[in-house]
T-cell receptor
Framework: KAGVTQTPRYLIKTRGQQVTLSCSPI?????VSWYQQTPGQGLQFLFEYFSETQRNKGNFPGRFSGRQFSNSRSEMNVSTLELGDSALYLCASSLGGSNTDTQYFGPGTRLTVL | GENVEQHPSTLSVQEGDSAVIKCTYS??????FPWYKQELGKRPQLIID?????GEKKDQRIAVTLNKTAKHFSLHITETQPEDSAVYFC??????????????FGQGTRLTINP
């Protein structure tokens, strides 16, 4: 099976702009979770989607949003970008039927905000 | 609260020796504990996981132990090799609505294997 894929791999934006990142899960996986990885804060949970519904949410401001499509592909959007949003954004997919399902990570999107 | 503490933040061992990384969690409802290895510039890769109905699990040179009473779990790597050099993350998942997953990660341990 193909692994989790993310596009684009790299993005450079300026403050105030918005950005959309995409994640395609492993075939058959219905859950997609998003994480922000920074050197200072480590891996922080953003949100989880399952069957097109947000099932879980982390402690991020409303500028961070997401959605999931009927084919389980997911997008996350960050509006009004700030310098502190520069990070590696990782998505992970799992079967989604249990909270002990293994999560498989994508390669990430490196976002730089200037 | 939701918190996972991981120690040490850096660890350097001689090739062939053992390495141990420890994590503690705060939520007694946590029931799944994966460990991920992340090499420089690459995605986190699951190396081993343990569920709360098991106390220990082993896979070749890697083992994980779980003490639910003390709310801590540990990763043990024996006979370390240079390719074990990476950042290791522990995580705990919280019980939520049916099937819902939220992984809370430790801060990571940078493991260096010296030849």
């Amino acid at each position: 099976k193909a692994g989790v894929t993310q596009t684009p791999r790299y993005l450079i934006k300026t403050r105030g702009q918005q950005v959309t990142l995409s994640c395609s899960p492993i075939s058959g996986h219905r859950s997609v979770s998003w994480y922000q990885q920074t050197p200072g804060q480590g891996l922080q949970f953003l949100f989880e989607y399952f069957s097109e519904t947000q099932r879980n949410k982390g402690n991020f401001p409303g500028r961070f949003s997401g959605r999931q499509f009927s084919n389980s592909r997911s997008e996350m959007n960050v509006s009004t970008l700030e310098l502190g949003d520069s990070a590696l954004y990782l998505c992970a997919s799992s079967l989604g039927g249990s909270n002990t399902d293994t999560q498989y990570f994508g390669p990430g999107t490196r976002l730089t905000v200037l | 609260g939701e918190n996972v503490e991981q120690h040490p933040s850096t660890l350097s061992v001689q090739e062939g020796d053992s390495a141990v990384i420890k994590c503690t969690y705060s939520d007694s409802a946590s029931n799944y504990f994966p460990w991920y290895k992340q090499e420089l510039g690459k995605r986190p890769q699951l190396i081993i996981d343990i569920r709360s109905n098991v106390g220990e699990k082993k896979d070749q040179r890697i083992a994980v132990t779980l003490n639910k009473t003390a709310k801590h779990f540990s990763l043990h790597i024996t006979e370390t090799q240079p390719e074990d050099s990476a950042v290791y993350f522990c995580a705990a998942t919280l019980r939520g609505i049916q099937g819902a997953q939220k992984l809370v990660f430790g801060q990571g341990t940078r493991l260096t294997i010296n030849p």
